[in-house]
């Protein structure tokens, strides 16, 4: 269809019938949503689970649900919906097996941006070690609330708890970062 074809007014000569084309090929916009959102999505999926093979499938299964399910999310917000998969398969996982397994790299490769300076890392991999030290629960709190900046409403949505809940659980995993990132920087400073 020609450029002509779609404008407002060659939509009124063309005999009152008005034809509109969203997305004509939804498989070309799925492909082009999964290149763009799959390093954000693995990002979160890595940051729940702290294993970077558990990140990957995570991502793989909320793009499969995403692509099952694009006629009705297409025109929403998919990636809302890949979102909310990754967390959702991450709890059931969780409650299937009820054990954490951390890996010992954080740098999972998750996605294009990388720190500029050795400082940087160093700090950044201190921030992903204690985050992967917080028990499960505080820090899915934790990556909705504040890395996410999902509001308390919305991460007790996501996470089918209170609001209350998710403020006492931000509380508490707020406070054991703080303990597991300051003792660590009190080192830094004496050497």
Same mark, same amino acid.
């Given at each position: 269809?020609? *450029?002509?074809?779609?404008?407002? &007014? @060659?939509?009124?000569? %063309? ?19 999964? #290149? &763009?959102? @799959? ?18 499938? $995570? ?12 006629? !009705? ?6 990636? %809302? ?15 299937? @097996?009820? !054990? ?19 400082? &940087?890392? %160093? *700090? ?13 629960? #505080?820090? !899915? ?12 409403? *919305? ?7 209170? @609001? ?11 406070? !054991? $970062? ?14």
């Amino acid at each position: 269809m020609s *450029e002509a074809a779609t404008s407002p &007014e @060659t939509r009124e000569l %063309a005999h009152d019938v008005e034809v509109v084309r969203a997305h004509s090929d939804p498989v070309a916009a799925f492909t082009a949503f999964a #290149q &763009e959102s @799959t390093p954000a999505l693995y990002r979160i999926a890595y940051l729940l689970c702290g294993d970077e093979h558990r990140a990957h499938d $995570l991502v793989q299964l909320a793009l499969e649900r995403t692509y099952a399910a694009w006629r !009705r999310v297409g025109d929403g917000n998919p990636f %809302a919906y890949a979102r909310r998969v990754i967390v959702t398969a991450r709890i059931d996982g969780w409650r299937r @097996t009820r !054990r954490e397994v951390l890996s010992d790299d954080p740098a999972g490769g998750g996605g294009p941006t990388t720190p500029s300076s050795d400082l &940087e890392i %160093a *700090e950044r991999d201190r921030l992903v070690r204690a985050l992967l030290a917080l028990p499960l629960k #505080q820090r !899915r709190v934790v990556v909705l609330r504040y890395l996410l900046d999902r509001s308390e409403k *919305e991460t007790a949505a996501e996470l089918g708890v209170s @609001t209350g809940t998710v403020k006492s659980t931000a509380s508490r995993a707020l406070a !054991r $970062l703080r303990t597991l990132v300051a003792p660590e920087r009190g080192r830094e400073a004496r050497s």
